[in-house]
């Protein structure tokens, strides 16, 4: 089966079962963290669309538990839980042009990352980027968020994230450099059930 297809049957799945869970789960989602470093305020449900809020699905697929899927057209992400479940949460993707293919890991994890734009960003886009260039700190004023996966192959840095945003407004939509953004309370989520060298396959239209 092609990715595209798979891909296609996949986001199939997650829209068939986006329905099975209540609002008091989803509040329960989104509530105050404050034991972080940088806590984090209650996130008003009203702000996250429906579709995009974290629940478990019904997810047939031939990945084992533990592998993320990156369905890209569907802005979905999917934790896969094993005995045709998987949790599902909503993203924002790269701009055409700015994303990941294929088959990667994860080569380590971050809390409140630190994060330096990449020469080929400030290149792109310097009125935005070329202030950063000498790094940001971890914090709520960080693009990266409140946590960071990074994205291996072949025991290289493929420079692609999944990361928090300090931009909620972007999740569902096709507009960062090529990184996967979430809520940073899904992402402080994943960050907990993810571990080094789990796999991640990232689906392309």
């Given at each position: 089966m092609s990715l595209t297809r798979r891909g296609l049957l996949l986001s199939i799945s997650g829209l068939l079962s986006g329905?099975?869970?209540s609002g008091p789960s989803h509040r329960a989602n989104y509530a105050a963290l404050s034991d972080e470093r940088f806590p984090l305020p209650a996130m008003p449900l009203e702000r996250i669309k429906p579709e995009l809020r974290r629940q478990e699905v019904v997810y047939e697929t031939q990945?084992?538990?533990g592998t993320i899927v990156i369905d890209t057209p569907a802005r979905r992400l999917y934790y896969?839980?094993?005995?045709g479940r998987a949790m599902?949460?909503?993203?924002g993707v790269g701009r055409e042009g700015y994303a990941l293919a294929g088959?990667?890991?994860i080569g380590r994890k971050a809390e409140w990352p630190s994060w330096t734009p990449t020469g080929n960003m400030i290149r792109r886009d310097p009125e935005r980027n070329?202030?950063?260039?000498g790094g940001v700190s971890g914090g709520p004023h960080n693009p990266l968020g409140a946590r960071a996966v990074y994205l291996y192959r072949n025991g290289k840095d493929?420079?692609?994230r999944i990361h928090g945003t300090n931009q909620p407004q972007t999740i569902g939509q096709a507009m960062s450099s090529g990184c996967v953004r979430m809520l940073n309370h899904d992402v402080v989520d994943l960050y907990e059930r993810v571990a080094v060298g789990g796999r991640v396959i990232v689906l392309q239209a």
């Open positions: 329905c099975t869970v990945y084992d538990a896969v839980l094993g005995e599902r949460y909503g993203i088959s990667a890991y070329l202030r950063y260039a493929t420079m692609f």
